[in-house]
Each structure stands twice: as structure tokens, then as C-alpha cells.
């Protein structure tokens, strides 16, 4: 899972957006004098971002939407083929398992938000050499995604790290083949990126569990809520829109997962562990196949507009 | 917006506007000279060993062609076909580039490489006939032959005394035997063969992919293959690890280096890795040729090449067939094998006596080169032409030949399966 889309995000406002006129329904008439030189002073300075945006994301995004309908070679000028591309994909079994591992990541996204709900309870102690622990934790996200793929990748090795534990332990004879097993490669996968992600959502919900109030805590103490309740009752509900934030961005981030599989397996062993975007990728840049590519990846968007939505849906927060 | 906001923010970007105006202007003025042909060149993985060496030839070149401005950029093997691809489409290709056969093929079948028939013109005999054949896609030439490659088998000598081994296998099946043969009695594996590119299997045995226009790789004897594969798969005679992955090369050598496989197929180079990082197990290796399939063709031929993109053209591209030229003559292919350890392409290279009068008692590296160079007139580079939506056909057959090696699939239903789909791709 990458987690570089979580860096750009932004933690849902609480109030208001500044500058927002409290009736909206005057705005019209209000838009004069300086509110009116203010709201061009916001749009002169958010151009440049919008400007990259647009060259950079819009642009390439309306062009590969359009391109995955025509029938495109690398120096032929595209011709319109309709849904072509998307009849080849449904014509396609790797593509039906890419899609299917691409679900079956999802089941990283509860493990990954209990974890890191843990780790940052954890290490919200004030305890001697905490500071320590939460580098440490935080560690596998600095890392760059081909060291932690060169690494696990001798780990699972036959020969590797883990085998060789397990062997000593005597809990297995024969070593396991944990990325050259089809029925285990993506389970392994996952676990990677597990282990990558714990310390991301361990500092947003570090930070979300320091923005509670003292005080709230401390009137449910004065009440008599033991600790267990003031966790569920005080700590969880105050930290709902970073859990709604965390759990979008996990789940897309594992609808999208790439570099795992690009680095340590390259979607085998037979085809187990392609998912959505390995596919497009593959179809893109291995197979110069673009407008497959192009289509696969529309498919991978749809399944993430719809995921994201379901957590919209689930998980907003009713009551502030 | 009034005049005093604009001026603010005049006044703010006005350092950072300038800086860019500048590196603007700085990177408008190249550093080559407007009289000179830039000729931008890529090779494959080739730094920092060869650092040395192209460096030189570059010195050289460019003491005698005061009118060309080279310029060398090495890109790594695994993200030279992401770059190239890019480069093509953004126009900003260089006008040289290494490839090997199968992707210059690729490259050729949509436009993106320029024959180079016109600029080769006499010189193309000076090169052996098995390259040029091996570059020659639809009658026309797409690159200037550099080097090659072919395999040997080195064995772990010791391994196959603890298994009771007397006779290296001469054939794929031999060899297969001999593989469950050291698993049951020294409990290493045997060796690993490329099932990542289970297509070139077939190929080296002299089993075809298509017939006719229809595939036939569901025969009896492509069963019968698979069968024995998988036989030894299941027995623990091949290595697990990147069994099926495109390039197995690197856990390969990885476990012969350690101990843990008997038998190595890799070019002859790959000895001078295993010499430098497990001296003990370079002390009981022996060489022997390759295993050599019904066609009687070698395995490993890999012809590298320098290629041309599309837009190379005019004086640039008379240039760079000039630099190419001087690369891969005779002279340069020489010291450049010697120095890689691979086999040159151009005729007289290939006939020095370092290459044919090799002595046999030189260790394992030099046995290998021995053996690599009598194998030089029988090496092809095996790869499947003229099949449109290739990618998606071979990874179909990957895919089915996989699933029946590690039993997941019954090995005539799944090679049925697959060649039903290519049937149904192929054009009638």
C-alpha cells in the first residue's frame, strides 16, 4: 500500500472553512470590497498549485480516460474502438484475479486501524524512552519501498530469516515458500504492507489522541468511567473523524497496492498476487498494451469511488 | 485585482522569478557547441564495471570526430524499457540505445525504431551471419550487433559425488533425473531452468508454440515436458525460489554460490562471481556445455545491439551509425568481450585465438569459455515473432504451464485450455 497519498491529506475541518460568511445565501450580494480582494488574493495564490494540478493530474487523468477507448500504439494516433478494451478485460481471467486480490487487500485495512489505534494508545504514555519507540515505529514509512521489498525479500527466502526460525523452533521441517507459494504469496504481500503502514496511522492517531482535552478526560473520570469506558465512550468517539480519515485512506491505499508486488513477486506465482493497478501497470508498461491499461485502471478508480463512498457512508461521524 | 495586492506579490516573487529566468537561460545554453551532432547514447546496466572502458572509447571517438558531442547515459536493466518508452513518446529518445533482441523485436512490430539498413549498408558482412539473422525483423536490419551470450552448465562436483552421480547430463531429461537425484540423497536442489520463459523451453527442446497459424503446444511431447518438470518439481529437484519469475538468474546463482543447488546454467561469466564470493564451491566446480535440446541450438543466446530509435534522423543519425560502427568493430567487440567475459559478434572478433584456442586447464571460468566458444555456431536468441498480442498469449501458456508444474491444474486440461484461447486469438 503506498502511503504516499496519505501524505497529501488533508484532516476534515471541524468548523466553518474560514471566510465563509455564516448565511451562504447572501454570498452573492457580499462578494464586493474586500471580501472580493480577498477571494481573488486566495485564487491568485492557490494558482500556481492549481495550475500544477491541472497540467500535471486533470489533464492526464481526462486523457487516459479518453485514451482507454480507443485502440492507441506508442506512435499511431488514436482511433475510437468504443468499449473495446473493457470487453478485453472481462475476457481476461488475470484480470478477475487482479480485481479479486485487490478486495482481499481490504482485509489489511481492520488490522491495519486496530494496530495503529494500539500503537499510538501505546506510546501516548509519557514512559521513559517512548521517544524511541515511536521513531521506531515510524521507521518502515521513511524507508524506501525497494529496501523494504529487498528486505522482506530475504526474509521470506526458503533460506531466509523466517524459515530459519521457524525451523529452529521446530514448528516446521521443510521450509515454506512464502512468496514461490500461489495459496501464500499474497497473504505475505499483505503482511509487508501492514508492516509499512502501522507507523503512519500510528502518528495521525498519535496526534488525534493528543488533541482530546484534558478536561473531557478527567470529567469522565470524576464520573467514574474506569478506564475501559473512557476509552470507548470518550477516546474512540473524539477520534472519529481520524479514524473515517485513516480508514479511507487505508482503503484506497490497498485498492491501489503496487510496489509490493512490483518488487517482490511481479504478480506470480501464477498470477496470485497480480492486483488492479499491477495489472494496468503490466498491460501499460511491460506489454506497451496502454488503452488496456487505461481501461483497467477506470475499473480500479470506480472500485475505489465506491469504497471510499461506503466509508463516507459507515463511518461519518453523526453527532459532533 | 488592485494595484497595491499586485505589487505585494511582485515584490514577493520577484528573487524566485529571477532565479528561474536564469536557470531558464542557463539550461538554453547547452554545452554543446552549435556546430557539433549531440549524439546521446544509452547502454544497459553497464556502470560502474565498464565505467573505465567506454570512457576510454569515448576519449578516443571524440579525439578523432571533433564534430560529435557524445553523451553516455547507463540505465539500469529493469527500468530501461519504462525510460526508452517514455523517451519515444515524448520525442526526447536518445539516438543510440542497447536493447536486446526480443524487446528491440517489440519495438520494431509498433514503429518505434528506425531500420538501419541504409546505414549499416557493406558493413553488415563484417558481423557474423547468426547476428544479423537474429536482428533482422520482417527483412529489415534494426541494429548494430554488439555482443553475445551463451550458456554453460557448471556443476558442484562434490554434490554430485555425495549423489552418486558419474555421467553429467547431456540432455533436458538426463538432466532432470539427475536433479531428483541429488535432492534424494544430498537434499539440495538440482538446478533451476528459466520457467519463467517456459516459450524459449519449448523453443530450445524443438517444440513449436504454432503450426500453421494454429497453436500445437498441447501436443503429446509438449505433455510430456511438462510432465517431466513437474515431476521433478514435485520431487524437490528444482529450486522454488523465482522458479517462474522472468529472470531467475539472481536466486540462482545466489544458491549455487551457497551450496544449496548442484548445477548452474548461466553465461560464463557468471564464474568469475561465483570464484570471487564462494571460493570453496569455485574449487569443485566443473564446467560442461548446456544440455542441448532437439534443434540442437544452445541456450542462453542473448544478442545485445545498438539500436535505433525513430526519430533519429538526418545528421544525427549518420553520426550515431558512425559511433556505432566504431563500438562494435572488431577491435572493440574483442576487448570488450574479454573484459565482460561474453562473445563478440563481428567475424575476425570472433575468430582471435583468445576465443578458439582457448586452453581447457584454466579453471572453471576459463573451461567455461572454452565451452561457450565452441558453442558460439549454434547459439541463437530463441523468442517468439510475428505473433500479435504476444504478451497476453504467453501469459496465458505461463500461466497453464505453471499451474501443471506445481499441481494445481491437470497438465493436458490446462495446455488444452491455453491453446483454445491462442487458437481464438489467432487469426483463422
Excluded at chain 1, 495564490?45 to 482507454?68: K, M, R, Y
Excluded at chain 1, 467514574?224 to 485512506?249: D, E, K, S, Y
Amino acid at each position: 500500500m503506498s502511503v504516499d497519498s496519505a501524505r497529501i491529506a488533508v484532516p476534515e475541518p471541524r468548523g466553518a472553512p474560514a471566510g465563509r460568511a455564516p448565511d451562504e445565501r447572501a454570498r452573492p450580494e457580499a462578494m464586493s470590497g474586500p471580501r472580493a480582494r480577498q477571494a481573488r488574493q486566495a485564487w491568485l495564490f492557490l494558482a500556481p498549485a492549481l495550475v500544477l494540478l491541472a497540467v500535471f493530474t486533470f489533464w492526464p487523468v481526462l486523457w487516459g480516460s479518453i485514451l482507454a477507448f480507443t485502440e492507441y500504439k506508442i506512435i499511431t494516433p488514436p482511433t475510437w474502438v468504443g468499449l473495446q478494451n473493457f470487453e478485453d478485460l472481462l475476457d481476461d481471467p488475470v484480470f478477475y484475479i487482479s480485481i479479486r486480490n485487490s478486495l482481499l487487500y481490504l482485509l489489511i485495512v481492520p488490522a491495519i486501524q486496530l494496530g495503529a489505534i494500539a500503537l499510538a494508545v501505546l506510546v501516548n504514555n509519557n514512559l521513559p524512552g517512548i521517544k524511541l519507540f515511536r521513531a521506531a515505529f515510524y521507521m518502515p514509512v521513511v524507508t524506501s519501498v525497494s529496501v523494504v521489498g529487498i528486505m522482506w525479500g530475504w526474509m521470506y527466502n526458503e533460506q531466509g530469516l523466517i524459515n530459519a526460525v521457524l525451523q529452529w523452533l521446530h514448528l516446521i521441517n521443510d521450509p515454506i515458500g512464502w512468496l514461490s507459494d500461489d495459496r501464500l504469496a499474497l497473504f505475505s504481500l499483505m503482511l509487508v504492507t501492514l508492516w509499512r503502514g502501522l507507523g503512519w496511522y500510528m502518528v495521525l492517531y498519535l496526534a488525534a489522541l493528543q488533541s482530546i482535552p484534558k478536561d473531557v478526560e478527567e470529567a469522565a473520570v470524576l464520573d467514574g468511567a474506569n478506564r475501559w469506558q473512557r476509552f470507548w465512550r470518550v477516546t474512540i468517539p473524539m477520534i472519529m473523524p481520524t479514524i473515517l480519515l485513516c480508514t479511507v485512506l487505508s482503503t484506497l491505499s490497498a485498492m491501489k497496492v503496487l510496489e509490493e508486488v512490483l518488487i517482490m513477486t511481479k504478480g506470480g506465482p501464477v498470477s496470485s498476487t497480480y492486483t488492479g493497478l499491477y495489472y494496468a501497470y503490466d498491460q501499460g508498461i511491460r506489454a506497451f498494451n496502454f488503452p488496456r491499461a487505461l481501461a483497467a485502471s477506470m475499473v480500479v478508480s470506480v472500485f475505489c469511488i465506491a469504497i471510499a463512498w461506503l466509508n463516507f457512508r459507515f463511518l461519518r461521524p453523526r453527532h459532533r | 485585482m488592485r494595484l497595491p495586492a499586485l505589487r505585494s506579490l511582485v515584490r514577493v516573487a520577484r528573487w524566485p522569478g529571477l532565479l528561474l529566468l536564469s536557470c531558464a537561460l542557463l539550461a538554453c545554453d547547452s554545452t554543446t557547441a552549435p556546430d557539433k551532432v549531440h549524439v546521446e547514447f544509452w547502454t544497459m546496466s553497464l556502470k560502474p564495471k565498464f565505467t573505465a572502458y567506454f570512457n576510454t572509447l569515448l576519449s578516443s571517438y571524440q579525439a578523432s570526430h571533433p564534430g560529435v558531442a557524445l553523451e553516455w547515459v547507463d540505465v539500469p536493466w529493469d527500468v530501461m524499457q519504462t525510460k526508452l518508452t517514455a523517451a519515444i513518446v515524448a520525442r526526447s529518445a536518445p539516438a543510440l540505445v542497447q536493447l536486446n533482441v526480443p524487446w528491440a523485436y517489440d519495438y520494431s512490430l509498433v514503429g518505434a525504431l528506425r531500420p538501419i539498413d541504409d546505414l549499416m549498408g557493406e558493413d553488415r558482412a563484417l558481423y557474423t551471419d547468426g547476428a544479423i539473422a537474429d536482428l533482422t525483423f520482417n527483412g529489415k536490419l534494426y541494429g548494430f550487433p554488439h555482443y553475445n551470450s551463451v550458456n554453460v552448465m557448471a556443476y558442484n562436483t562434490a554434490l554430485f559425488r555425495q549423489a552418486g552421480i558419474t555421467k553429467v547430463p547431456t540432455t533436458r531429461e538426463e538432466q532432470l533425473a539427475v536433479a531428483k537425484q541429488i535432492r534424494a540423497r544430498t537434499g539440495q536442489y538440482g538446478f533451476s531452468p528459466a520457467l519463467g520463459k517456459i516459450a524459449g523451453v519449448f523453443l530450445e527442446e524443438g517444440l513449436p508454440l504454432i503450426e500453421h497459424n494454429r497453436a500445437v503446444f498441447n501436443s503429446p511431447a509438449h505433455v510430456a515436458l511438462v510432465a517431466k518438470l513437474a515431476d521433478a518439481y514435485k520431487a524437490g529437484g528444482l529450486l522454488k525460489d523465482k522458479l517462474f519469475s522472468e529472470d531467475n538468474y539472481p536466486a540462482s546463482i545466489d544458491a549455487y554460490k551457497s551450496g544449496r543447488m548442484a548445477m548452474l546454467e548461466a553465461p560464463p561469466s557468471a564464474l568469475t562471481r561465483v570464484r570471487d564470493d564462494a571460493p570453496d564451491v569455485y574449487a569443485v566446480t566443473d564446467v560442461a556445455p548446456v544440455p542441448i535440446g532437439g534443434p540442437g541450438i544452445a541456450a542462453g543466446g542473448w544478442l545485445f545491439h545498438f539500436a535505433m530509435p525513430r526519430d533519429t534522423t538526418g545528421r544525427v543519425a549518420l553520426e550515431a551509425a558512425e559511433f556505432a560502427k566504431f563500438l562494435t568493430n572488431d577491435e572493440n567487440q574483442l576487448a570488450f568481450a574479454k573484459l565482460a567475459g561474453a562473445f563478440p559478434t563481428s567475424k575476425k572478433a570472433a575468430a582471435d585465438p583468445h576465443f578458439q584456442n582457448m586452453p581447457m586447464d584454466t579453471g572453471a571460468y576459463g573451461k567455461a569459455m572454452a565451452i561457450g566458444a565452441k558453442s558460439m555456431n549454434i547459439v541463437r536468441t530463441l523468442y517468439v515473432a510475428g505473433v500479435p498480442g504476444f504478451e497476453r498469449l504467453n501469459k496465458r501458456l505461463q500461466d497453464a504451464v505453471e499451474s501443471a508444474i506445481i499441481g494445481r491444474r491437470d497438465i493436458q486440461a490446462a495446455l488444452d485450455d491455453a491453446v483454445a484461447f491462442w487458437n481464438s486469438k489467432l487469426s483463422p
